[in-house]
Antibody
Framework: QVQLQEAGPRLVRPSQTLSLTCTVS??????????WTWFRQPAGKGLEWIGH???????DSNPSLKSRVTISLYTPWNQFSLTLDSVTAADTAMYYC???????????WGQGTLVTVSS | EIVLTQSPGTLSLSPGERATLSCRAS???????LAWYQQKPGQPPRLLIY???NRATGVPDRFSGSGSGTDFTLTITRLEPEDFAVYYC?????????FGGGSKVEIK
């Protein structure tokens, strides 16, 4: 059973970079076919796909965020990461990491971490 | 880009009643790559239904999904106290993997 846990700063200043990691347990991040994915959800609002990285290192991200998003694998630590540049208050949200295999929806989710953008 | 619209926004029902939630897509998509999730306060989404009508592992059979093309439905036949939550549909095949805006099932 794959388990995921987000970690990172809870407070980020406007115009700075948001950085989060997701630690994977119960499975290897190098296992083929997985989409290691980030979502976010502002308080009281719906879910938004941020992007994903495949085992190969290939990435894709939401066009609305693409210019500011980087998602990477850290295979020695069985982690993947999210960086979001030039944040504003609109980036304040609960951030979730999740995973799936190709053709399936998202079976596995972290508990989420709340990131607030504020000076 | 596919847009998903859920209705109603809020459904007020009593335990034991039937809930019917709708998810409408702005365009038809092949393969029925439509999922339903349940989310409770302070928790991540929980996968209930995939492929429009397949229950995920461990999901009670009072939950069922149906539909194809652009119109999809999640039905909860007899609401249990633990079913009061927000429900989201998601198309999970094409970027940006959109979600609907959610339907809240609240206790009447």
């Amino acid at each position: 059973q794959v388990q995921l846990q987000e970690a990172g700063p809870r407070l980020v200043r406007p115009s700075q970079t948001l950085s989060l990691t997701c630690t994977v347990s119960g499975g290897s991040i190098t296992s083929g076919g997985y989409h290691w994915t980030w979502f976010r959800q502002p308080a009281g609002k719906g879910l938004e796909w941020i992007g994903h990285v495949f085992t190969s290192g290939t990435t894709d991200s939401n066009p609305s965020l693409k210019s500011r998003v980087t998602i990477s694998l850290y295979t020695p630590w069985n982690q993947f990461s999210l960086t979001l540049d030039s944040v504003t208050a609109a980036d304040t949200a609960m951030y979730y990491c999740a995973t799936r295999t190709g053709g399936r929806p998202f079976d596995y989710w972290g508990q989420g971490t709340l990131v607030t953008v504020s000076s | 880009e596919i847009v998903l619209t859920q209705s109603p926004g809020t459904l007020s029902l009593s335990p034991g009643e039937r809930a019917t939630l709708s998810c409408r897509a702005s365009q038809s998509f092949a393969g029925n790559y439509l999922a339903w999730y349940q989310q409770k306060p302070g928790q991540p989404p929980r996968l209930l239904i995939y492929g429009a009508s397949n229950r995920a592992t461990g999901v009670p059979d009072r939950f069922s999904g149906s539909g194809s093309g652009t119109d999809f439905t999640l039905t909860i036949t007899r609401l249990e106290p633990e079913d009061f939550a927000v429900y989201y549909c998601q198309h999970y095949n094409e970027s940006p993997l959109p979600f609907g805006g959610g339907s809240k099932v609240e206790i009447k």
